[in-house]
């Protein structure tokens, strides 16, 4: 499965998500759970990338359907979960993203996803459903999450996992790497690719080599951070 390769937009600039557009990446994760941007961010940074060929995932802090509705009428393609820990849970995320008769998702002809009336609904493309697993519950139900129609990919979150393995590794089903194979070997037999975020562009090759395939390398203001202290140091003599 070809690479699709993202990177997390922390900060909320429209700015960043238009650079980092235009660089070329597949995806940008615009993130209300842990970010600095608020909900008035997220429609600028989505209209920044218009044109591009890239896709524009907001994860929400929470499956709150009322939110998920709002981003995904502001044009958003997909949203990431995080904390997803069950298929009841994956399935209420799912019926929040799609219209009756198979959701429960607020019907409208002229929001942004439809060019406000100028493109026909069914036209739209059924938005990416990124279901996050970085808890011990996530990895031991990963198969009935992966079974869920709808959930389109299986994200891990790598630092949630090994905070919750530090202080529940006693119910775990393994350790780190394990867990990353059990949630690997789900995704696989129901046939969804797997998705993890990476700190150091040199952990990629190993990740691709695991079989993940959406894969985000480092946020924006871990790059600026870094950076800066690069910088910093480089000057330290002077």
Known sequence: MKLALGTW???????????????????????????????????????????????????????????????????????????????????GIVRATRYAPHGSRGFSRTVRANDYGLRPVEAVRPPLVMAQIETVEGVKNATGIALVDGVDVLFIGPADLRHDLQHRGDTAPGDYDQCLSLVLEAARNAGKPVGILVRDPADLPKHRNLGFTHIAVDSDLAILRKSYLQTLTANTGD
């Not at 650079?19 to 940074?45: K, M, N, S």
């Open 9 to 91: 937009l922390s900060i909320g600039s429209p700015v960043i998500a238009e650079l980092a557009a235009q660089c070329g990446f597949d995806w940008v994760l615009l993130d209300l759970e842990h970010g600095c941007g608020t909900e008035a961010t997220i429609l600028p940074q989505i209209q920044a990338i218009r044109g591009t060929a890239t896709s524009a995932i907001v994860r929400v802090g929470a499956p709150h359907p009322e939110l998920i509705a709002r981003v995904l009428d502001w044009g958003a393609h997909g949203i990431m979960v995080p904390h997803v820990n069950s298929a009841a849970e994956a399935e």
